[in-house]
């Protein structure tokens, strides 16, 4: 069965240069890129009003943008290895509450993700270490996970904290558990770059995807690989499952994105809004029965789809 979903709006020349990460909050996405700005929309209104820009936040630009699943604290990281905090008031307005400093030089950290409360952060770096830090101990590295030493392109937090899991560029993908600070699984199958790796929201499953162009589904618990998701013909670059966990949405190189059924394990949709490479696919919040999404990349442009209506 194929679900249908309509360009509702796009936002043009969002940022003046490519974006490259996306992240929601239940009334708000935000949105970085290449040049020093964070810009916040709306998702309140169809139209997805401009509701703050955050000026000079990183100078060299901002690769990755995370936001707690409570939708009360954010953190991005620029290309000069800086890692900055935010907060939000009951107004929807964001502003800085601190900073990782953590001795951080340029391309040392990479990816991060927030724990569900917004308290933790977790960071891949180039040398394949994972660390974690407690913002509200003033930013104290609490945990540093080793892998082989492959640079940590992607990663991501269970919604109950129990796990992390981290995608190499030597293609590994290892899952951490971290109450107990070890290694759970390291999960086979993908040899080339692994740029996405995303939680299901049970917690269950672990997607991950990159270069090998197929989207390989781990059972959490044993580390077996249950699934292989195929019909992207380019890399792989972002992932994000819809709230129910009943579907997985993701975004290419060839600015291709897909829309997955896991009980059926086929994609029920295609979207090209671009040719040009999507760095990031985000679901929407959920506005009554219709799921959307937005995908944003290299067309400096953030797209919004809503899932036809109809009998």
Same mark, same amino acid.
């Given at each position: 069965?194929?679900?249908?979903?309509?360009?509702?709006?796009?936002?043009?020349?969002?940022?003046?240069?490519?974006?490259?990460?996306?992240?929601?909050?239940?009334?708000?996405?935000? %949105?970085? %890129? $290449?040049?020093?700005?964070?810009?916040?929309?709306?998702?309140?209104?169809?139209?997805?009003?401009?509701?703050? @820009?955050?000026?000079?936040?990183?100078?060299?630009? &901002?690769?990755?943008?995370? @936001?707690?699943?409570?939708?009360? *604290? *954010?953190?991005?990281?620029?290309?000069?290895?800086?890692?900055?905090?935010?907060?939000?008031?009951?107004?929807?307005?964001?502003?800085?509450?601190?900073?990782? /400093? #953590?001795?951080?030089?340029?391309?040392?950290?990479?990816?991060?993700?927030?724990?569900?409360?917004?308290?933790?952060?977790? *960071?891949?770096?180039?040398? $394949?270490?994972?660390?974690?830090?407690?913002?509200?101990?003033?930013? *104290?590295?609490?945990?540093?996970?080793?892998?082989? =030493? %492959?640079?940590?392109?992607?990663?991501?937090?269970?919604?109950?904290?129990?796990?992390?899991?981290?995608?190499?560029?030597?293609?590994?993908?290892?899952?951490?558990?971290?109450? @107990? =600070?070890?290694?759970?699984?390291?999960?086979?199958?993908?040899?080339?770059?692994?740029?996405?790796?995303?939680?299901?929201?049970?917690?269950?499953?672990?997607?991950?995807?990159? #270069?090998?162009?197929?989207?390989?589904?781990?059972?959490?618990? %044993?580390?077996?690989?249950?699934?292989?998701? @195929?019909?992207?013909?380019?890399?792989?670059?972002?992932?994000?499952?819809? #709230?129910?966990?009943?579907?997985?949405?993701?975004?290419?190189?060839?600015?291709?994105?897909?829309? !997955?059924?896991?009980?059926?394990?086929? &994609? /029920?949709?295609?979207?090209?809004?671009?040719?040009?490479?999507?760095?990031?696919?985000? !679901?929407?919040?959920?506005?009554?029965?219709?799921?959307?999404?937005?995908?944003?990349?290299?067309?400096?442009?953030?797209?919004?789809?809503?899932?036809?209506?109809?009998?």
């Amino acid at each position: 069965m194929s679900k249908q979903y309509l360009t509702t709006h796009t936002i043009d020349h969002a940022h003046p240069t490519d974006i490259f990460s996306l992240a929601t909050t239940p009334t708000q996405i935000l %949105s970085a %890129s $290449g040049s020093s700005s964070i810009i916040v929309h709306s998702t309140c209104n169809p139209e997805f009003p401009l509701a703050q @820009t955050l000026e000079e936040v990183h100078k060299t630009g &901002c690769h990755h943008l995370a @936001t707690s699943r409570n939708g009360q *604290a *954010a953190a991005s990281v620029g290309f000069g290895g800086e890692i900055k905090i935010w907060s939000v008031d009951g107004s929807g307005h964001w502003s800085e509450k601190g900073r990782i /400093v #953590d001795g951080n030089k340029a391309g040392e950290i990479w990816a991060l993700v927030l724990s569900e409360d917004g308290q933790y952060l977790a *960071a891949t770096s180039f040398d $394949g270490r994972i660390n974690v830090w407690d913002s509200l101990a003033e930013g *104290a590295k609490i945990r540093e996970f080793e892998t082989k =030493g %492959s640079f940590g392109m992607s990663i991501d937090l269970s919604a109950d904290g129990r796990f992390t899991a981290s995608g190499h560029e030597n293609g590994g993908v290892y899952l951490f558990n971290n109450d @107990t =600070g070890r290694l759970f699984h390291s999960l086979p199958g993908l040899v080339k770059p692994v740029r996405a790796v995303a939680f299901s929201p049970g917690g269950k499953l672990l997607a991950a995807a990159g #270069d090998s162009k197929v989207i390989a589904l781990y059972d959490v618990s %044993s580390g077996e690989q249950v699934a292989n998701l @195929t019909g992207h013909g380019a890399w792989i670059f972002s992932l994000d499952w819809s #709230d129910t966990g009943e579907y997985l949405l993701s975004g290419a190189f060839d600015g291709k994105a897909k829309v !997955w059924s896991i009980n059926q394990r086929t &994609c /029920v949709a295609t979207h090209t809004e671009t040719e040009k490479t999507l760095w990031s696919v985000k !679901w929407l919040p959920k506005t009554g029965k219709n799921e959307g999404f937005a995908t944003a990349g290299a067309n400096k442009s953030i797209s919004f789809y809503r899932e036809a209506t109809g009998g």
